[in-house]
């Protein structure tokens, strides 16, 4: 399958941004962002999402790729079954060589084959920015996901690190100051985020997120902003601006459709007593 170039707009067809693309660039992620290799995953993203899924007894892994959240999770918690469901073949072999007690199900987001209420806990961790259809993924995350159950979602901050943000550093005025792109404008662009390694990413603002997710009763209950890490800062040409900048939003929810029927009887209530 063939991806844009660099800076493109692109519409494809369902699935193939997070299925077959990623086939092709399994090798690339393995090497760049498991095992230690990067401090953002290693120092930050691992810890977080332990933190957060702790408690969780059967957990689903969503956009898993080759599975190195989910084998975190297995070994620092008290024993969660776990499950991770990612559409590319390539991620899920390197998954399953790099062993683990967890069951790996290749499948989209948009379309998980798993019945109503199968899971405590699912995540879903800086995956939704490839899919082309998040609300499909959340709808299915709501149905799969059990009453009083958690829902941890990792993605790029939509409002600081979107398409067109970013550090200026401008040497004529002597400035430097953190650009916010176009955040209401819902795209998909192509993004050359290593030589020869073109990634599609679908901006969404921050409503896009909460509100199809309260419409199917999940509800935020948690958001976290991490401070960049130091290390990651230490090549930058403005460690103090950067260290302000969020790159990474989680958000936390809650499964609470008991909310929704309180909502409906006090209503009911109110019009019996007029």
């Known amino acids: 399958m063939t991806v844009p170039g660099p800076g493109a707009t692109w519409q494809p ?5 997070s299925g077959a693309i990623w086939d092709g660039y399994a090798t690339w992620w393995k090497a760049t962002f ?13 810890p977080l999402v332990a933190r957060e899924m702790a408690g969780c007894r059967r957990i689903l892994d969503v956009g898993c790729g080759e599975g190195q959240v989910a084998r975190h999770l297995a070994a620092v918690l008290d ?23 967890v069951a790996y199900v290749q499948a989209a987001g948009e379309l998980l084959p798993f019945a109503a209420a199968s899971f405590d806990g699912i995540l879903c961790s800086l995956a939704i920015e490839h899919v082309e259809d998040g609300d499909a993924l959340l709808g299915e995350v709501a149905r799969v996901l059990a009453p009083g159950g958690t829902f941890l979602l990792l993605v790029n901050h939509p409002l600081y690190q979107g398409t067109g ?46 509100n199809p997710l309260a419409e199917h009763d999940l509800l935020c209950t948690r ?31 809650e499964h609470r459709p008991a909310l ?15």
Do not use: C
Request: charged share 25%; aromatic share 6%; glycine share 10%.
């Open 165 to 210: 943000s970013g550090l200026v550093d401008d040497q004529i005025l002597g400035e430097r100051y953190w650009r916010v792109g176009p955040y209401l404008a819902e795209a998909v662009t192509v993004e050359e985020v290593d030589p020869g390694v073109a990634i599609p990413f679908a901006h969404r603002p921050l409503s896009r997120y909460l």
């Open 260 to 274: 929704r029927t309180g909502r409906r009887v006090g209503r009911r209530a109110g019009a019996k007593m007029r």
């Open 13 to 17: 067809a369902p699935g193939a941004a």
């Open 34 to 46: 498991t095992g230690g290799a990067d401090v953002e995953y290693e120092l930050e993203i691992l």
């Open 79 to 101: 024993g969660p079954e776990l499950v991770g469901v990612d559409p590319s073949r390539a991620q899920l072999a390197n998954a399953r060589a790099a062993g683990g007690p």
């Open 223 to 253: 958001m976290l902003e991490p401070r960049p890490l130091a290390a990651f800062l230490a090549t930058s040409v403005a460690p103090e601006l950067e260290a302000a900048i969020p790159r990474l939003l989680a958000m936390r929810f």
